[in-house]
């Protein structure tokens, strides 16, 4: 398994779909939208968030679940991990 990372290098690394370690459901990821400065070429986290859950439907709500990223607290806060591609889910 990777290192962790904070939202801010995974968006520079070009992850969009990152999940928390203490998560307990592995099928649980958010999906972020990664945007570039056409000046600088830097990337950076958009203002929305999808949150992918089985339980989003079990409790009534959208999957995936929208969410404003000012949320997540702390942007740079090495806490997540990428997402392996095997357990991306195709969107509705």
């Given at each position: 398994?990777?290192?962790?990372i904070s ?28 945007y570039?400065?056409p000046?600088t070429?830097?990337?950076?986290a ?6 992918w859950s089985?339980?989003n439907?079990i ?6 679940h929208m969410?404003?990223?000012l949320?997540?607290?702390?942007l ?17």
């Amino acid at each position: 398994m990777s290192d962790l990372i904070s939202i801010n290098e995974a968006m520079r690394r070009g992850f969009s779909k990152l999940r928390l370690d203490n998560w307990a459901n592995p099928d649980d990821y958010m999906e972020f939208y990664i945007y570039e400065d056409p000046a600088t070429h830097e990337k950076s986290a958009g203002p929305w968030v999808k949150l992918w859950s089985p339980v989003n439907e079990i409790v009534g709500n959208k999957n995936p679940h929208m969410m404003l990223i000012l949320e997540l607290g702390d942007l740079n806060d090495p806490c997540w991990r990428p997402l392996p591609k095997s357990l991306e889910r195709a969107q509705k």
